[in-house]
C-alpha cells in the first residue's frame, strides 16, 4: 500500500469517526440556541463557559485524581479478571463449582455495593478504586472464561504432543488465543470503569469529576454543570481512541488475519 492510499484511507476513517458527533454537535447548537430555560442553557453559553471553569489547576484538582482511580481500579480488574478467568476457563470442574456465585455477583449492581464497601474501605481513594475494580472484573472475567474454553481443541491437542505444558502453553497458546475475547471484556470494562469512577465520586468525596458536578448542580451553577458533562464525554472518547490503537497494536496478528481471510472470499 502506497503512502498516499495510507492517508486517503486514513483520512475517510477518521471523517467517518467525526461526522455523527459533529451533526450531534451542530442539532444540540441549534436545538438550545435560543433556550431560556435555566436547566437547558445554549451550546454557546456552555461551550463560552467551558474555559473559565476547566482551569489548568482544576484540571489538577479534580480530573487527576478521577483518572488515578479509573487507571488504578480498571488495571485491578484486569489483573483479577484475567488470572481467574483463565483459571476458571481452563479446569470444567472449577468452572462448575464457581458458576453459580460469579452468576449471583455479577447480577448485583456495584453502585448498591457502595455503602458497603464504604463500610470496609472507608471514604478515600481505596473505596473509589474498589468500587470501580468490583464492577469492571465481571466483563474481564467471563469474557475470559469464553475466550479460553474456545481455544481451539486441535490446537491444545498439537501443544500437548509437543510437550507444551505449564507456563509455556499458557503463554503461547492459551492467552494468545483467548486474547480476542479479552480485550472485548476489557473495552466493556472501560465503560463501566467511568460510571462507576463517577458514582463513587458522588459519595463523601472531596475532588474528582463527580464530585465537581454535583456540587455545581448544588449550587445551581448550571451550565457550569454541563461542562463538566462534557468533560466526562470528552475523556471518554480520548480513552475509547487509546484503547483501539493499544487493541490494535496487540491484536494486529488477529486483525490482519480476518483481513486476509475476507480478501480470500
Not at 455523527?20 to 463560552?48: E, M, Q, Y
Not at 468452572?95 to 448485583?108: G, W
Not at 500437548?160 to 476489557?186: D, E, H, K, M, N
Not at 481512541?241 to 491484536?251: A, H, K
Request: with cysteine; glycine share 8%; charged share 15%.
Amino acid at each position: 500500500m502506497t503512502p498516499r492510499r495510507g492517508w486517503e484511507r486514513l483520512l475517510v476513517r477518521a471523517v467517518f469517526v467525526l461526522a455523527l458527533p459533529a451533526l450531534l454537535v451542530a442539532l444540540w447548537w441549534l436545538a438550545s440556541d435560543g433556550s431560556t430555560n435555566v436547566f437547558w442553557p445554549p451550546l454557546r453559553t456552555i461551550v463560552k463557559t467551558f474555559p473559565d471553569v476547566w482551569t489548568r489547576e482544576r484540571l489538577r484538582s479534580d480530573v487527576w485524581p478521577s483518572l488515578w482511580r479509573l487507571a488504578c481500579g480498571y488495571l485491578l480488574a484486569a489483573v483479577v479478571g484475567i488470572a481467574l478467568g483463565t483459571l476458571i476457563g481452563s479446569y470444567r470442574r472449577v468452572r462448575a463449582f464457581c458458576e453459580p456465585v460469579l452468576e449471583f455477583l455479577r447480577a448485583v449492581p456495584p453502585p448498591v455495593l457502595v455503602p458497603v464497601i464504604m463500610l470496609f474501605a472507608g471514604i478515600g481513594d481505596s473505596m473509589k478504586i474498589v468500587v470501580i475494580a468490583s464492577g469492571c472484573v465481571w466483563p474481564v472475567l467471563l469474557n475470559t472464561v469464553e475466550g479460553v474454553r474456545a481455544v481451539d481443541p486441535v490446537m491444545t491437542e498439537t501443544a500437548r504432543s509437543y510437550g507444551i505444558t505449564g507456563p509455556a502453553r499458557l503463554g503461547y497458546l492459551v492467552l494468545p488465543a483467548a486474547s480476542p475475547q479479552i480485550f472485548a471484556g476489557l473495552r466493556q470494562a472501560l465503560s463501566i470503569g467511568i460510571i462507576l469512577m463517577v458514582i463513587s465520586e458522588m459519595f463523601a468525596a472531596s475532588d474528582g469529576i463527580g464530585f465537581t458536578v454535583v456540587q455545581f448542580q448544588r449550587s445551581f451553577a448550571i451550565p457550569d454543570m454541563w461542562t463538566g458533562i462534557l468533560v466526562l464525554g470528552l475523556l471518554g472518547f480520548v480513552l475509547s481512541v487509546v484503547f483501539q490503537l493499544v487493541e490494535r497494536r496487540v491484536l494486529g496478528w488477529y486483525h490482519g488475519l480476518r483481513a486476509s481471510t475476507r480478501r480470500s472470499r
